[in-house]
């Protein structure tokens, strides 16, 4: 068989696509269903939507033999997660208008509107763009939403690192006009000459690839999560550099031991003026050797894992025609979000606020859409997104600072990181009822469970101490999982897979601990553990290195090792 004959589906799709366009236009335009062909379905990624239906409809639907009930997911591209108030107020008028009333802040800064039907799509886009936003790239096998730490001490520092995801984002952007031909309607350029991407090629990348920025000592974007990071290494208050991250990634598949959430590589340092380069030739250097065959082995971390970080180096260095410097020291301490008020260096407020689950949307106890509405208003900084889900009110001039907090009163946001540090160090993914991927619940039903174990931690004396958990529906690892303290991993209606001992600041794997665990007995489980680790742990310990120490689960050392050392009490019979 033949080389071109064992390409995976996808890649022929793309092959044939004509750069991205494919038949969406037409399907876009037909009225008589709300979906669109599968490998429409495929091609509408590269253009930031997903196709999907509302599974808690979809039984009544069958039964009267209605069509599923179809709506778009449509994730914004927005590097750095820097809003505008302008930006912020017209999309909370097209979540208002054309989507379920709220706005989604996802895991990579980028805001997620759900339940746009199909008549509506190409208007949306067309309203985003009129406040400079758009959905290019924002999904597919592409470069996606390039992520940056949020950090309210480090405005300047902050500033050159949105400023370098804004370079990077838009230097590796598809360069065909399929997304402004389909969605705004602009005339297809005529030329005699074949239009070539020139970074992607006709078949883009193997998979999707993901980029972050961080500075140290916070670890927010978790860089090990990511097919490419770069860590700031600052001196005199001034960013002189990158150590390079790569291989990172948090997707597996149920059962299938050759898939397993990896580590990123820390390579080598780079400056800031060769930190596009190096960002453009790890792209290029994936879509000539990453897995076109086989899907579930084709992101960065595999093609580095079936051939060595040694080899990725020096196939690096031949690409940028140079070769990266040697790593410098760094420290992560947390990757978790500094919530309440900030003032930085120049005399500006920030307020880091808690948006549980990312869910902008009203509730009694909550009016957080409203009280936002009301605070882009009048505000002269910005939002910013963070990679955990939350949301900063940034660079609030001294004077405004009070009127800011006046608002927020009156909405009962100003208090509302005023939990239990477990909460606040929680994530989860969308999950059902819109995920078609979804094998349980997360982001319905973590603030549940949270709840439950509230109980043990206030009893535990544990409030105020931080341990990252997170849940997601299924082992895609969207909300990053595979790095937390406790984890739960969709495995079907109402049951987990429970994951213990990842790294506080995200530096290491966690183990599984107990598969096939029913959600209402995570509290049960849990406790005894979480006992213990109040009563015996050594100063300063975190939860995920105690329960190594106390022996509930092994060590990870790496993607590879993640399904090795399981203790047989954690595998039903």
């Known amino acids: 068989m033949s080389e071109e004959q064992r390409l995976s589906a996808n890649e022929y799709l793309k092959i044939e696509s004509n750069y991205l366009r494919g038949t969406l236009a037409e399907e876009l335009a037909d009225s008589s269903t709300g979906g669109i062909t599968e490998g429409s379905g495929q091609m509408v990624k590269f253009h930031g939507c997903y196709v999907q239906d509302d599974r808690d409809l979809r039984a009544n639907r069958r039964k009267h033999k209605l069509e599923k009930a179809y709506s778009f997911l449509m994730r914004v591209r927005l590097p750095g997660g820097v809003v505008s108030p302008k930006q912020w107020l017209h999309m909370d008028w097209i979540s208002e208008n054309f989507a379920n009333n709220t706005l989604k802040l996802t895991t990579r800064q980028a805001f997620q509107l759900h339940g746009v039907i199909k008549s509506q799509l190409k208007r949306t886009v ?61 005339e297809k350029v005529i030329s005699s000459e074949e239009v070539v991407e020139p970074i992607y090629g006709k078949t883009y990348l193997p998979r999707k690839f993901k980029i972050a920025i961080v500075i140290p000592p916070s670890n927010d974007c978790d860089i090990h999560a990511n097919d490419l990071s770069f860590i700031a290494i600052v001196e005199d208050e001034k960013i002189v550099g990158y150590n390079i991250a790569v291989g990172g990634g948090m997707g597996m598949t149920h059962g299938v031991e050759n898939t397993f959430p990896r580590l990123a590589d820390i390579i080598g340092f780079c400056t800031p003026e060769q930190v596009v380069d190096v960002a453009e030739k790890v792209v290029l250097v994936q879509r000539d050797n990453g897995n076109r065959c086989d899907r579930k082995q084709s992101r960065l971390k595999y093609t580095i894992e079936s051939r060595s970080t040694a080899w990725f180096t020096e196939t690096l260095n031949e690409y940028l025609g140079y070769e990266i410097a040697p790593v410098r020291p760094y420290e992560f301490t947390t990757n978790g979000d500094n919530f309440g008020w900030h003032e930085d260096e120049t005399g500006n407020w920030h307020l880091n606020l808690f948006i549980e689950g990312g869910r902008v949307v009203d509730s009694p106890a909550f009016p957080v859409k409203t009280g936002l509405r009301e605070i882009a208003k009048v505000l002269k900084g910005e939002f910013r997104l963070t990679a955990n889900q939350n949301l900063a009110i940034s660079n609030i001039p001294a004077v405004q600072k009070a009127e800011i907090e006046a608002i927020l009163e009156k909405y009962k946001i100003l208090k509302s990181h005023e939990r239990s540090a477990l909460r606040l160090y929680s994530i989860a993914c969308v999950s059902l009822p819109t995920c078609g991927l979804a094998l349980a619940e997360a982001e319905r039903y973590l603030p549940v469970l949270v709840t439950d174990l509230e109980e043990v931690v206030e009893a535990c004396g544990l409030r105020h101490d931080a341990i990252t958990i997170r849940m997601t529906g299924c082992p895609n690892g969207c909300g990053r999982p595979f790095l937390s303290e406790i984890a ?5 209606p109402g049951r987990y897979n429970l994951y213990l001992g990842g790294g506080h600041a995200g530096q290491r794997l966690n183990k599984l601990y107990r598969q096939d665990i029913l959600g209402v007995d995570a509290k049960e489980i849990l406790k005894p553990i979480i006992e ?23 060590a990870t050392v790496n993607g590879p090792d993640f399904h090795k050392n399981i203790k047989p009490e954690a595998i039903p019979s």
């Not at 739960?488 to 079907?492: A, K, N, S, Y």
């Not at 109040?534 to 190594?548: C, L, P, S, W």
């Open 126 to 186: 067309q309203e985003m763009d009129k406040v400079a936003l758009d959905c290019i790239a924002a999904c597919g096998d592409v470069n996606r939403n390039v992520m940056v730490n949020p950090n309210p001490h480090l405005s300047t520092q902050h500033a050159d690192a949105v400023k370098l995801a804004t370079e990077i984002s838009e230097h590796l952007l598809p360069q065909g006009g399929a997304y402004h031909e389909i969605f705004l309607d602009q």
């Open 488 to 492: 739960f991993v969709g495995r079907g």
């Open 532 to 554: 213990d680790y109040a009563k015996n742990r050594e100063d300063g310990e975190r939860f995920g290195d105690f329960v190594i120490r106390a022996g509930y689960v092994a």
